[in-house]
Structure formats: C-alpha cells, structure tokens
C-alpha cells in the first residue's frame, strides 16, 4: 500500500523507512499542532499507532480531541520544571511559544499575540503517568519553537528511552542552527546522530544502531510514497466523475433486482431443502456412533479399574522395598552412576592422551589386552589437535566412513555435538583405524563426513557430507557482517559441493535451503541428543539466594537476545525475582548496571556441569529468549532435571518444545513478564511443563541421533 505523507519535511516517510515492521507502535509528539496538515505522526496514526500529542493551542487542542479518539491528548506545555507558565499564542501558525523573546521577536514583525496562563509538565511526568509500564516508544518528536532544550532537560533518560529522538534544529522563521544548545543533552544519554534534513536531526538509540543504514538517503522514489493532498485531490475528482455512471447503474440494478430477487428465493428453498435431508441423516449417523462411544466408554471403564487395582498392589510392594534394610543400606551406591562415570573418564583420557604421543602406544596395547575394552582403544588412537585433513576410519555393515577430526576440538556446542556422534559411532563400528594406519584400504567408496561445515577444506574429497548446525550469521547480516560474506562465499560454495547436507532441526533446515540456495531434498535433519546435566551433590560454593530466582544458561551473542529480560526485570511486578546468569556473558553486565539491576543480576561465569545443574534444579523457571536457534539445548537439559521453561516464539524452538514449554514475543516485555508471573503463581501449570518438558527430551537421544546418522551416511 503506498504511504501518504503529511509532514512538512518528509520527516514521516524516514520513521516509516526504519519503523513499517512494527505493527501498533507508540509515538509522543512534543507540539503536535494540527492533527493531520504537516503533522508527522497522521500517517501512522492511520495505519493502527497510537501514542501522545502534547499542545498547549487551544485551536490545535480541540481538533487534535476530534480527530485523534485513539490518542492520549494534553493541553499543556513541557518544560524542565513543573508549574504554570505565560503561552504567547499566535493563531492559525505552529510559532507560538513559551519563549517571550521570540514573541516579542515575532511581534515586531507585525504577528498578533495572545498570551495565556498554561500549565506546564515535564517530559519525566508525562512519560510516568501516561506510557504504560513495558511499553516500547518507538520515536519522539520535538518541536517547540525555542524551548527544545528545556524539553530535554525534563525527562529521566535512565529510564525513559524511546529508539528515535527526531528534534527540530532551526530557530523559528530562520535556517540558523540551535542544536548546540541542546544536542550534547541527547548524546550524552546514550544516543547518536545518524541523519539531518536542514530542518531537523534524527537520533538512534546505540542499542539500535542496526538501523543506520536506513538514514543513508534522503526520501526518494524507492519509498513508494506520495503527498497526501494529492491523494485527496484524486480521490474527490474521481468520486465527481463517477458519481452519474453510479446513477445509471444503481436504476438498471433496481430493474434486475425484482426478477433476481425471485430467483433468490428459489435457489434458499431448494437449498434449504437438501440441508434438511443432510441434517437428518448425520442425526442417524451421530446416534449410532454415539452407541459404539457408550460401549467404549463401559470397557474403558472396565480397564481402568483394573489399573488402579495394579497401581495400588505396585505402590504397596514399592512402599515395603523403600521401608527394608536392603534399601537403607544401599542407599550410598545408588548415588553412583556407571555409566556416566565411565563416558566421563574415557572422554577426557583421550584428550589427555593425545598430548602425549609415547603414552598413546603404552595405552593402546594395554586396552587391547582387557576383554570388552579393544574398542576404546579410540582414546589413544587420536589427535585431538588435528587439523581438517585427519580422519578417523570406521567400518559398518552396510558402509565406511572416513569420520574427520577436526571439529572434535571445536570447544563449543559444535565439539559436543560432534565428540557425542564420534564416541557412538564408534561404538557401532565394527572396525576402526586412523590416517596413519591402512591408508591403502581407504577407496572412493568411503563417505567422507564433516560435522561441521567450519572445518570443511575448499575442495572436498568425492563422495562428501557436511554438517551445518545453523546459519544464524546469513539471517542477521547486519550485525555480522565479516561472517555472513563468508558464508555467502566459502560456506556457500562448500554447501552446494557436498553429496548432502546434515542439519539438526526442520527450520534449520528450511533456512540453509532458502539462504544457500540448496533443495531440501539434499538436506536431511538428524536430531541432537540430550544428555541430562549431573547435579552436584554435597556442599556447595555457589550461594544461592534465599527468594525465588530465575536462571539464564548460555552466552552473550547478539542472537540470545538477553537484553528482553533485563528489560522485563525492570518492571515492579518483578521486583521479588533475582536472576542469575550461568555462561560466558560477563559482556552484559554493563547493560545490568544502566538499567540499576546490579542487586538482582548475579553473573556465575562459566560453571562445570554438575554446578550448572544444581542452580538450573533450584530455579524457578529457566529463561531462553534467543531470536533464533539450529536446535536450542538449555531449555532440554532443563526439562531433563524437572525445571520448566519460558522460550521465545522462534525457531527452533517452536518446532522441538511445542507444548513443553511456555512461549513469549522475543521483542515482547509484557508477555515475559506474564509467562514469569504465570510459572510463579500456577504450580498446576508448573508440574504440566515439568512432566511435558521431561518427556519430550527424552525422545532425543545420541543413540537414535546416531542411527539416523547412519541410515543418511550409508
């Protein structure tokens, strides 16, 4: 739909450029004057916004009520103090002021003045009593004729930031510069210039610097708009010229309408008739199944009174086992895990073992001697530190793959995943060996596979797959520039040369085809696993605090989109809430501080796991707001220790956790703050998400992962 611009400057059609995504946003208009002749906010107050108009004219008060039903109204001025001020009124112009300098300056040059008593606020007190709590205010506008530096002085820019400050620059009747006069106040709040038109200066919020780009040019014919006086013009001339030909048309209407009309009834009768045969015969269809639901009903019924009979003879025999001395005396042994013990130790052997290539051999043949443990001959058979070109040989049923090793010292998510898929493969394999060992024996039959794409050379062997795990840097270019050109570079042509393509989630795998230009038929998803976070027990050093907290568990990219909670937590509501930060995200603790968060923001750094699963099973609900994840583990391991989850409504996450979790606007206070209040105050919903959330991420296991892996590669 073309934009019809009413401002005087085309101001309206660069806050349209930068804002036309946000639907309903919110404006405060500082010396509206009229409603709709050069008035920057008409345009988007016709397309569904809302916001405040301040004005002191009565003339410009009384239409701005009229034709401004859905905004808050105030006829009164802005200054930096409270009280009562003279209004210099020069009727039908927007120069009227409080300045009664500039009046005496206008006066001289032959306007008629009008001075009246007014009433004068501040910008904090407006703000405070009239923009509800964890409403975005999406720009503001300053235009007060001499005063805009008063203006700025009145608000509490600690708390009151809207993303656009769009001021007024010039003295009034004149193009003589006064920025200097208020400007350092607006920069010194933590914004920066990014556009000027000769009339006025435009100035981004530096957490939304991301929009520069769109103040790189003045208004011209690629933002589709047009005056709006002409679109008035059209629109009369046309009704004008149409208005006999309507004539005409409505008469011959009328003609037609009484032999139609007959018609009409004719065509609801028979209608009506078939609907009433329909009716009656799904009536006797609805009663018959009816009958067969009665008699299911009575045989459910029947089952399930032998249930509860079994549940009650199972829950008197676990009462008297739990009550014995056998389990009393047991009780130290069952604390302990093999399994995981075992994984643990054997994992961090190997990288251990690697750097130390005499040891290596010693441990080789002394697994080679135990029964039941040649196969983990694998911790002495690899270097951890290898590069791309190094690959672990493994042998299968129905194929070989030339597993590349790489990634294994990848020391993110990327090395989990990668280290989980190597160790069960290798569990499967019925034969494995090592780059330096029956090289001969490796032909163009073997599949060669790259769990990550990073790790990839820009030449693959024949017969290659490579793993892309997400490809958030090509979804927001902006913020990673250097990357993204890499991935529409070297990624993008590793992509299209492989055999196929692995990925871990559907909407990954919708995005890589879409972004890397690849048919999904080339693509096939293979689920992560979830492994349940060890939770410490014993004493700890980790003090948690004695209210009710909430937990954050990963880093601070820009993607995790952290700064939705800080913001929340600044609400009353929440004040009773502590959170605590678990992860490499020390970055924001500057962002805690601007907001005065530091009390009830903790940041714990990187912890080990069994730390990190003993405060995320004490927390009340675990936060997850990234704008956009390949497969989202926290909230997982979360579910996997009882803890419910509160997600952002994107990808993957909508896709793994229907159901399992509550889900909130990533750009949304309000409904973080809702879900948060929800988890507090519904323990029913509480237990749903806990039991829901432990069954869904129990479905996700390496062991499928694994399988499917093999049934893609071989």
Known sequence: MKFFSFAQNFEDVM???????????????????????????KAFYDRGWQGINIEPNPEFFSKLEEERERDINLACALSSEKGVANFNIIKGTGLSTLDASIAEDHKKNGWGIEKQEVPVSTLRDVWEEYVPAGRIVHFLKIDVEGLERAVLMGNDWRSNRPWIILVETTKPLSVED????????????????????????????????????????PPNTFDDFALAEYSEASSCSQDLSTADGRLVDELRTQLQASD???????????????SLNYMQHKLLTSEKELQLIHADLSISRSHLSESEARLSEANDKLYLMENSISWFLTKPLRKLNPKTIFRYTFRNARIWISDYPRLKVYVKKLLALV???????AIASFDVKSSSKRFAYLEFEDGNVAFCMGPLKDRRGIGRVSQALFENLCYKASREFYSSEHHKEVDADWVHFYS????CPDELPENSVVMIHDVIPLLFPDIFPEVSREWNGRFRAIAQKAGKIITISKSSAADISRLLDISLEKIEVVYNGVVGLPVLSGKSDIKLPDQEFLVFFGSHDFHKNVDIIFSSFRDQRLEGFQL?????????RHRVFELGLEDRVKFLGRLSDEEAGYVISKALVLLFPSLYEGFGLPPFEAALLGTPSICSRRPAMTELLDGAVLFADPYSEEEWIEAILKIKSDSKCRATLSEKGRTIAEKYRWELATEKLLESLC
């Not at 349209?16 to 008035?39: C, K, Q, T």
Request: contains cysteine; negative net charge; aromatic residues 14%.
């Open 15 to 41: 806050l349209w450029r930068v804002l036309s995504d946000v639907e309903s946003g919110f404006y405060i208009d500082v010396g509206a004057a009229w409603p709709r002749e050069h008035s920057v906010t």
């Open 178 to 217: 006064n920025s200097h006069e208020w400007e350092p106040i607006v920069l010194d709040a933590g914004y920066e210039l990014v556009y000027e038109d000769g009339l006025n200066r435009f100035y981004l919020e530096r957490d939304k610097l991301y929009f520069r780009e769109k103040f790189r040019f």
């Open 260 to 274: 139609e009309y007959v018609d009409d009834l004719r065509a609801q009768l028979h209608a009506r008739e078939e």
């Open 371 to 377: 029964p039941g443990l040649s196969r983990c001959s």
């Open 452 to 455: 990550s794409i990073h790790w």
């Open 580 to 588: 605590l930060m678990i992860g490499d995200n020390e970055r924001c």
